[in-house]
């Protein structure tokens, strides 16, 4: 079994506008890092997104970049080996995930992202985080969709 997923979601803005969302770390700090961005994804760059509900930076490789179509970032993996209700926190493990995100423009002036990631080990609690991220990235594209289209940020308060 491949662990991996894939979640999308339309957003009424440009395909430029909606990858710049992304890609340029004070807009991204806006909607979906908590706690910060540092660094504009760029091929060859490593940058680091914080989160209040997951403290402390997180490096990501950023291993392509297309303008206005794709990015594919790499980052470490994470398992869980307790429920989520004792509170624990995915502990590092040795090995990184991709996360490959699309933007397609639509006829009707709406762009369609689309995200995928992979790569974790086939154990109980590498499936258990690929949940977790999937959760995670579908509300990074609510969170967006929202910021892009109505200046709200959702996640204010959210997890803290």
């Given amino acids: 079994m491949n662990l991996a997923f894939r979640v999308s979601g339309r957003i009424s803005k440009p395909v430029h506008e909606v990858f710049e969302a992304v890609a340029d770390p004070k807009q991204l700090s806006g909607y979906f890092t908590t706690g910060e961005a540092v660094g504009r994804l760029e091929t060859g760059a490593t940058v680091t997104w914080d989160f209040h509900d ?25 398992e869980a080996t307790e429920p989520s209700t004792t509170g624990e926190t995915p502990q590092p493990v040795g090995y990184k995930t991709t996360v490959t995100m699309e933007f397609t423009g639509l006829e009707d002036g709406r762009t369609l992202v689309t995200i995928s990631e992979s790569g974790w080990r086939q154990t109980p609690g590498g499936l258990k985080s690929s949940y977790g991220n999937c959760e995670g990235w579908t509300g990074m594209l609510c969170g967006m969709k929202v910021f892009l289209e109505h200046g709200i940020n959702i996640r204010t308060g959210f997890y803290k």
């Fill in 54 to 78: 997951f403290p402390g930076a997180f490096p990501v490789e950023v291993v392509e970049v297309v303008p206005d179509q794709k990015i594919v970032l790499k980052w470490d993996a994470s």
